[in-house]
């Protein structure tokens, strides 16, 4: 089976600008959940979406937003980018059956705000 | 909620030599705990899990990690470090809340592999 994936791997915004990633899960996955990492703040969770539901929220402003398709692929949008918003973005899959099962991470969108 | 806490950001090894990461967990229920490592521009890559099954868990790599409940402890250890091991590894726990899949992580250890 082919892996997460993510695109575009990497971006280059200015502030004031809006971006959407796009996460294709393993085939079969239908929970998709969202990470941030950066230097300073660690791994950070944004939210996780199943079967087209937001099923959880990490605590991160209204810019962040997420949606997930009837195929179970995702895109989190980021509103009105922030210098801080610079990071790398991870998406993760998994059946969606419980917090016992293992997240596949993909490669990641690497997000530079000048 | 259920944190984890990574014990040292930086971990330097000789090649050969026994690699230990540490990972304390707190969790007011049994915890699913996750080792992770990440290799320089890329996602994270799953080296073991703690379900309860057995406390004693073996991993890809030669990795393995003890669950040790009276110590609230997740340690990863290999045996012989190798210099393909340089990475940095996450210890992570699996949030109970919200029915959901969330996973919390450690700050993070850089493990460091010389010859």
């Known amino acids: 089976k082919a892996g997460v994936t993510q695109t575009p791997r990497y971006l280059i915004k200015t502030r004031g600008q809006q971006v959407t990633l796009s996460c294709s899960p393993i085939s079969g996955h239908r929970s998709v959940s969202w990470y941030q990492q950066t230097p300073g703040q660690g791994l950070q969770f944004l939210f996780e979406?199943?079967?087209?539901?937001?099923?959880n929220k990490g605590n991160f402003p209204g810019r962040f937003s997420g949606r997930q398709f009837s195929n179970s692929r995702s895109e989190m949008n980021v509103s009105t980018l922030e210098l801080g918003d610079s990071a790398l973005y991870l998406c993760?899959?998994?059946?969606?059956?419980?917090?016992?099962?293992?997240?596949?991470f993909g490669p990641g969108t690497r997000l530079l705000v000048l | 909620a259920q944190s984890v806490t990574q014990l040292g950001s930086h971990v330097s090894v000789s090649e050969g030599a026994l690699v230990l990461l540490r990972c304390n967990y707190s969790s007011s229920v049994p915890p699913y705990l996750f080792w992770y490592v990440q290799y320089p521009n890329q996602g994270l890559q799953l080296l073991l899990k703690y379900t309860s099954a057995a406390t004693l868990v073996k991993g890809i790599n030669g990795f393995e990690a003890e669950f040790k409940k009276s110590e609230t402890s997740f340690h990863l250890t290999k045996p012989s470090a190798h210099m393909s091991d340089a990475a940095e590894y996450f210890c992570a726990v699996s949030d109970h809340g919200g029915g959901g899949n969330k996973l919390t992580f450690g700050t993070g250890t850089q493990l460091k592999v010389e010859l």
């Open positions: 979406y199943f079967s087209e539901t937001q099923r």
């Open positions: 993760a899959s998994s059946q969606g059956q419980g917090h016992q099962e293992t997240q596949y």
